[in-house]
């Protein structure tokens, strides 16, 4: 009996026409009768930044609409000139774009409607230009776009940031693949968005394209979900940080999830659960050579402890001083209300009798000393501290084995370096402490030649 494999390709496998066809030849090698084809595809690389810059200086430069359509169809066009019938789904595509952000500009304001519509027309193009290269050189295959308007892949409905509730129907999803998939059609969605019930388009937030494929993975009750990069799978560390870092050949889900959390760029943070629900293998491989991780729910390879050190470099600790009297459970719960209303990702929290302190992603806190805490007696006051960065050691129920922490603790200490703001104890595989941002690279790489053994293959 077929199964559904998906497949997912990146922007970082679509930058031009070379890779897109090493695409088509990857995906030929999968072509069988055992298996049921679905490629997941985001954007041609850049085209979602080049959006993203237009709508965050939109009042800010006059002819910013004009250049950024510009420059999008000089992306798109590389990929138009060996099928023209591209050229008019690219030129709607782009009239469309125009359309809106010259509207919200004479608004003076762009909706979230509106946003989420603008940033998903690199996803909704390549959708239409991979089945084309498909069918032009892969034999006796002929491939199909549909999109998650046509499917009904439906969302929560939240702008930017959407989910899909896994405890819906999806019978109608199922049968609208399979009628395709039987006859031996590749079946090609664009990722990173789903529609809510009134079809407005919602997106998965960065990355969100990895979220699309496995949640798929999971409706399609399929064999695998394969994310094909440009890196070898996840590594003991950043190889940009760490020159010999190496690939790791396993992760179980809850590892994968808590190194995409703690800045880990590889993989969508929340693209681990769907597949995870139905304990679907997610593979991350490089579409260049044979490297790859496999998340599983038990990888049985458990040679240490620790997996990998992930770090967010940019971040910022808030302290909020309490009086003795103070209600804290009260405090706490306005004082979070406060930071969700300014988008701001709390990353760690600790608490005393007389503080809190918060750990606040860097990118979204610059704002921060503006934002107008809850007015009351039980506040004495604050305190912002910036220029620091969070390192994250990820292993499975490494919290809960003894000795590790202190040996963590120490190969930085003994190196001169000051740690602050250790936390512990949400999570069993994690440990993650704070350092000043100078000294970032620097306590990876000790932590590094510390933790892993030169030759090893996790």
């Not at 690279?441 to 053994?453: G, Q, R, T």
């Amino acid at each position: 009996m077929k199964t559904f494999q998906i497949h997912k390709f990146g922007g970082s496998c679509l930058r031009n026409q070379k890779q897109i066809n090493h695409l088509v030849s990857t995906l030929s090698k999968f072509v069988n009768n055992e298996n049921k084809i679905v490629v997941v595809v985001s954007a041609i690389y850049g085209v979602t930044d080049l959006i993203r810059y237009c709508i965050e200086n939109l009042f800010k430069e006059t002819n910013i609409i004009l250049e950024t359509a510009k420059a999008i169809n000089n992306k798109h066009q590389k990929y138009i000139a060996d099928f023209p019938e591209l050229g008019e789904i690219n030129r709607v595509l782009l009239k469309n774009f125009c359309q809106i952000l010259n509207n919200a500009k004479l608004k003076n304001s762009i909706s979230n409607e509106d946003t989420d519509k603008v940033l998903v027309i690199g996803e909704k193009f390549v959708s239409q230009v991979i089945p084309k290269y498909i069918g032009k050189n892969i034999q006796d295959i002929n491939a199909i776009c549909l999109t998650p308007e046509e499917l009904g892949l439906i969302t929560d409905g939240e702008f930017f940031n959407a989910v899909i509730n896994f405890d819906q129907n999806f019978d109608s999803i199922i049968e609208i693949f399979n009628s395709y998939s039987t006859k031996g059609e590749i079946i090609v969605v664009p990722g990173f968005y789903g529609v809510d019930y009134l079809n407005n388009i919602t997106t998965f937030g960065p990355s969100g394209t990895d979220y699309t494929a496995c949640a798929l993975a999971n409706i399609l009750n399929a064999e695998r979900a394969i994310l094909w990069k440009d890196v070898n799978g996840f590594m003991s560390a950043d190889p940009k940080v760490v020159v010999d870092s190496f690939s790791i050949d396993h992760l179980e889900y809850n590892e994968a999830a808590e190194l995409a959390h703690f800045g880990a760029k590889i993989l969508h943070m929340r693209a681990v659960f769907p597949a995870e629900l139905k304990n679907i293998p997610i593979e991350v491989r490089n579409m260049y050579n044979s490297n790859k991780t496999i998340i599983m729910s038990n990888s049985n390879r458990d040679y240490l402890p620790y997996k990998s050190i992930a770090y967010i470099k940019h971040v910022t600790l808030i302290k909020v001083y309490l009086s003795n009297k103070t209600r804290q459970i009260k405090v706490l719960q306005s004082i979070i209300e406060v930071f969700s209303k300014n988008n701001l990702t709390i990353l760690a929290i600790t608490t005393s009798s007389t503080a809190f302190g918060f750990l606040v992603d860097k990118s979204k806190a610059d704002g921060t000393k503006n934002i107008a805490l809850p007015n009351s007696y039980d506040i004495v006051k604050t305190e912002e501290i910036e220029n620091i960065s969070m390192i994250c050691i990820v292993g499975k129920n490494i919290g809960e084995k003894s000795g590790i922490a202190t040996k963590i603790i120490q190969s930085i200490s003994n190196e001169n370096v000051n740690i602050d703001f250790i936390s512990a104890g949400a999570s069993p595989n994690t440990l993650q402490f704070t350092v000043k941002q100078a000294e970032l690279e620097k306590s990876v790489n000790i932590l590094h030649n510390n933790l892993f053994p030169k030759i090893i293959n996790l």
